[in-house]
């Protein structure tokens, strides 16, 4: 397919989007309006290297990139497992490294190691329930949180939360603890699959330079 394709990005708003942005500089794609933190605009073109990039919410990204709204996304692995779209996971980009983990009171140990009925909160509802289904084999009641999920066990909504671990600062600030390590996460660059077929040069090279830059 010829040059004068745009190549769409979708990129995760938030913590992530600042450092693809810088990622993105590195190889010498630039796209400045998307700095601007007081813009409302959504999307952004480089007409010299025709290239398009929006912002949108993580959990959409790989929506867009299924669909062929956008060819290629950046976005956790996290919300990609929680999505469970059609794309290719063609790259892991080693920045927004964190974990996804099992967390709670310590008295809440004992229950996961009895396979009790337990409740478990989650803004990740799949993946919470893929990891005590098929992994563990032990059936709980999965409560969906959007945010600060954190509350749960401390207002006794569920006994343990499945949720992102970076620092670990905001369970120690609230009392709670790792019980047990779902997987490792960190950013990666997703990539439609019709996108794959009709770009494979451009998306390649952009692939190979992003590499030689991690
Ligand atoms: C995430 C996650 C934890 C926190 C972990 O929440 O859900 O709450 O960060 O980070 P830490 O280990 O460095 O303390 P986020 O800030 O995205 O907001 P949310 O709780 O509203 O989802």
Redesign the pocket.
Known sequence: MSEDRYLTFALGKGRLANKTIELFEKIGITCEGMKDKDSRRLIFTNEELKLRFFLAKGPDVPTYVEYGAADIGVVGKDTIMEENRRVYEVLDLGYGRCRMCVCGPRSSEDLLKHHEMIRVAS?YPNIAKDYFYNKKHQTVDIIKLN????LGPIVKLADVIV?????????KENGLEVLEEICPLSARMIVNQVSMQMEPVRIRKLIQEIRKNL
């Open positions: 803004k945010g600060s999920v954190e949720d992102i671990v970076e620092t670990g600062s905001t369970l």
